[in-house]
C-alpha cells in the first residue's frame, strides 16, 4: 500500500518570526541535540547553576504551614504594591441580543499562521524542525535527575518522562505540553513533550492541525450494513471521536430506516426544523428497581446558515429509579431546541433529570424521555427519541452525569486550547473525518423534513 504524504503547498502570506542568522550560537537541549533557536529568551544549557532550580526552596514543616495560614487569613500575604496595567482593547467582544456576551469569531483562528511559503525564509527558519527523524529514546537509567530543572526523580512524586521529540528523560513539571509531530514521526495524536521543545513546535501547530491531525484525514469505516457488525450493533463506550462519528452515522441512518417503515415513531418535522443542535449517544442499562447507565456519544450544534458544526466528544453516566426490570441498549438522539440547551452540553459537565418509559422486547424498542438539563453555562430542555435492544420494560426517574471528553477532542482536533464553545459556537471548520455524520444528517432531514 502507498504510503501517504503529505504536502505544504498553497500557502498564505503570515507575519512569522524572522529566520535566524547564521552567525547567531545555537541552543545546546539537554539531551545532546541542537535544534534550531527561534527566540532569544532560550537559555543555553551551558549557562550557570542558577538556571536550574534554586536551592533555597524553604522547608516544609509545621510552623511553616501554620504561618502560610495564618497570612492568608490576615492578608499579610497581599503584594501591596500597586501595578499600573496597560489599557486593554476589548473589540473582540461583543455583545448580544438576550444580553450575552460573544467572542468575535476571529479569536478561535489559531495563532500560528495556517501555512508556511516553501520558498521563503520563514519556511527555512524551520525546515529543520518539519523535517524532524524521531529520535531514540535514552534508557530510563540514564538520568537519574530531570534534564532540565536537575531534579532527582522519585517513585511516586516525581516519575520519568520521555519527550517524543527529543528523546530526553524530564519530570511531569517539565513536560506538561502536548504538541503535534511532525509527518516523519507517523504520529496523529499530540504526543507529550518537553518545554524546550514545546515552544519549537508550538508557532507550527497551525501547519501540523491542517495537515497531519486525525480531524482532516478521510473516514476509514463508512460500511453500515448488515455485512458490518458495527452496522447492526453499536458499542456502548467509543475509544475514538473516529469510533463516535461511526456510532453517530449508524444511528442516525437506522433510525431513519425506522421512521420510514412507522412514520408515526419518527421524530416530528417541526421538532426537527426547529432543532438547534443534536446529541447522539449510546447507552447501555441495566437493573431491577434501581438501573444503572453508562454511555458515549457526540453532540453538535446548528449554525445560522443552517450548517451543522464540528462534532464534540461525550460520556454519559446516570442512574434510574422506579418498576423497572431488565437491560437493553438504547441509541438516543437528543433534540436540543434552543441555544439555551447548546450552551448547556459547552459546559465541562452538566446533570440532567426526567422520567422516560422503556419497553424493548427483542432488536426493536422504544424508548420516550423528556429532560431538564444544567450546567455552569446555562440550562435548557431537551427531547430524547430513541431506539433500543434487549428486554427491559419500565417507567422510571432519571438523573444522568453528561461530562465533555476533552481527552477525546484533543486527540481528534490537534489544538489543546480547542474548548467545546470553540467548537459548538465558534468557527472550527468541519472536519473531513466527519463526512459519513453529516452525509447521515443530510438523509434525516430529507426523508423527515422535506
Not at 448580544?96 to 501555512?115: E, F, N, Q, R
Not at 423497572?324 to 450552551?343: N, S
Amino acid at each position: 500500500m502507498e504510503k501517504n504524504k503529505y504536502f505544504i503547498d498553497d500557502f498564505t502570506d503570515c507575519e512569522w518570526p524572522a529566520a535566524v542568522p547564521q552567525d547567531q550560537p545555537t541552543f545546546h537541549h539537554p539531551t545532546g541535540h541542537n535544534p534550531p533557536l527561534l527566540s532569544e529568551d532560550y537559555n543555553s544549557g551551558d549557562d550557570d547553576d542558577d538556571s536550574q532550580c534554586p536551592d533555597d526552596v524553604p522547608e516544609v514543616n509545621l510552623k511553616n504551614v501554620l504561618t502560610g495560614i495564618v497570612a492568608i487569613v490576615t492578608g499579610r500575604n497581599k503584594d501591596t504594591t500597586q501595578h499600573t496595567l496597560p489599557a486593554s482593547n476589548l473589540a473582540f467582544i461583543g455583545s448580544g441580543k438576550d444580553g450575552d456576551t460573544y467572542v468575535h469569531p476571529s479569536v478561535y483562528i489559531p495563532s500560528a499562521p495556517p501555512l508556511l511559503e516553501p520558498t521563503g525564509v520563514n519556511y527555512n527558519a524551520y525546515k529543520q524542525v518539519l523535517e524532524a527523524e524521531p529520535p531514540d529514546w535514552l534508557r530510563d537509567s540514564t538520568a537519574k535527575v530531570c534534564m532540565q530543572c536537575s531534579a532527582p526523580f522519585t517513585a511516586l512524586t516525581r516519575g520519568r518522562h520521555h519527550c517524543r521529540f527529543c528523546g530526553g528523560i524530564f519530570c511531569r513539571a517539565c513536560s506538561k505540553g502536548r504538541c503535534l509531530l511532525p509527518v516523519k514521526f507517523r504520529e496523529r495524536n499530540p504526543q507529550r513533550v518537553c518545554d524546550t521543545c514545546y515552544d519549537m513546535l508550538d508557532p507550527l501547530q497551525g501547519v501540523l492541525i491542517n495537515t497531519i491531525s486525525n480531524a482532516v484525514q478521510v473516514a476509514k469505516h463508512d460500511v453500515m450494513d448488515w455485512t458490518c457488525t458495527r452496522g447492526w450493533l453499536n458499542l456502548p463506550v467509543g475509544l475514538s471521536m473516529e469510533h463516535e462519528i461511526y456510532k453517530s452515522s449508524n444511528t442516525l441512518r437506522n433510525y431513519c430506516q425506522v421512521a420510514r417503515l412507522n412514520p408515526e415513531r419518527s421524530i416530528p418535522a417541526a421538532v426537527l426544523k426547529g432543532a438547534k443542535g443534536l446529541a447522539i449517544l449510546t447507552v447501555a442499562k441495566a437493573g431491577m428497581l434501581l438501573t444503572y447507565k453508562l454511555g458515549t456519544g457526540l453532540v453538535m450544534s446548528r449554525r445560522a446558515d443552517g450548517s451543522w458544526s464540528a462534532p464534540s466528544a461525550i460520556i454519559s453516566a446516570g442512574l434510574g429509579w422506579g418498576p423497572q426490570v431488565g437491560g437493553e441498549l438504547m441509541d438516543f438522539i437528543i433534540v436540543l431546541h434552543d441555544f439555551k440547551a447548546v450552551k448547556t452540553f459547552c459546559s465541562r459537565m452538566h446533570f440532567s433529570l426526567g422520567a422516560g418509559c422503556s419497553a424493548a422486547a427483542g432488536p426493536v424498542g422504544r424508548v420516550l424521555e423528556a429532560d431538564l438539563r444544567a450546567g455552569d453555562k446555562g440550562s435548557g430542555m431537551c427531547y430524547t427519541y430513541s431506539c433500543s435492544k434487549g428486554a427491559f420494560v419500565g417507567v422510571s426517574l432519571e438523573g444522568n452525569i453528561v461530562a465533555t471528553r476533552m481527552d477525546t477532542n484533543l486527540q481528534f482536533y490537534g489544538d489543546p486550547y480547542l474548548t467545546t464553545g470553540d467548537i459548538l459556537l465558534g468557527t472550527v471548520d468541519r472536519p473531513k473525518a466527519a463526512e459519513p455524520l453529516y452525509a447521515a444528517l443530510e438523509d434525516l432531514y430529507s426523508r423527515l423534513v422535506c
